[in-house]
T-cell receptor, first 112, second 113 residues
Framework: TQLLEQSPQFLSIQEGENLTVYCNSS?????LQWYRQEPGEGPVLLVT?????EVKKLKRLTFQFGDARKDSSLHITAAQPGDTGLYLC????????????FGEGTQLTVNP | NAGVTQTPKFRILKIGQSMTLQCAQD?????MYWYRQDPGMGLKLIYY???????DKGEVPNGYNVSRSTTEDFPLRLELAAPSQTSVYFC????????????FGSGTRLTVV
């Protein structure tokens, strides 16, 4: 059983469309992070959210942490081909500390 | 500033062989981690370390060993390689706590035949 469930697993859209990726769990997290990974490279941190209900914006990307700190979403406005990549959510469980648990990832393809 | 450096980038091993995956960071990060990434399975934690001389098992430690003699280096040892260990291995580090986020290396692609 995956601790962090991401949906959808695959997403293929046209340039200019909007999209939302979800990250859900039954566990409570102290913090949650989103990463983007490109082929042949390691994941790169996009954002960290730590407060329930927190919303952070990074240009066309909007990240939200659920009020109960069990879920998160990533919304991309007017997607561009450069947004193509594997998006991973990762959470630090309240009981674990010191390490992150990763979701399975959402593979996004933005077609020109 | 090199960040996290992993070597080698690619390796093919025969069943039963051993090897060490190297990981070094130059950011003076206390925390270091080893993950493996299989298609559609996300990243699974193998071992981690919160400082020199301290290591702990993660979710999938069987078949692997680690050591942390210095802050900078965190090698991962594979003994008696098996086909199930075919994967991409990522080393990461973080400063003080995970809230600062991980810095990842570029990975080692290992194939066991």
């Amino acid at each position: 059983t995956q601790l962090l469930e991401q949906s959808p697993q695959f997403l293929s859209i046209q340039e200019g469309e909007n999209l939302t990726v979800y990250c859900n769990s039954s566990s409570v997290f102290s913090s949650l992070q989103w990463y983007r990974q490109e082929p042949g490279e390691g994941p790169v941190l996009l954002v960290t959210v730590v407060t329930g209900g927190e919303v952070k914006k990074l240009k066309r990307l909007t990240f939200q942490f659920g009020d109960a700190r069990k879920d998160s979403s990533l919304h991309i406005t007017a997607a561009q081909p450069g947004d193509t990549g594997l998006y991973l959510c990762a959470g630090e469980e309240e009981t674990s500390g010191s390490r992150l648990t990763f979701g399975e990832g959402t593979q996004l393809t933005v077609n020109p | 500033n090199a960040g996290v450096t992993q070597t080698p980038k690619f390796r093919i091993l025969k069943i039963g062989q051993s090897m060490t995956l190297q990981c070094a960071q130059d950011m003076n990060h206390n925390y270091m981690y080893w993950y493996r990434q299989d298609p559609g399975m996300g990243l699974k934690l193998i071992y981690y370390s919160v400082g020199a001389g301290i290591t702990d098992k993660g979710e999938v430690p069987n078949g692997y060993n680690v050591s942390r003699s210095t802050t900078e280096d965190f090698p991962l040892r594979l003994e008696l390689a098996a086909p199930s260990q075919t994967s991409v291995y990522f080393c990461a580090s973080s400063y003080l706590t995970v809230n600062y986020g991980y810095t990842f290396g570029s990975g080692t692609r290992l194939t066991v035949v």
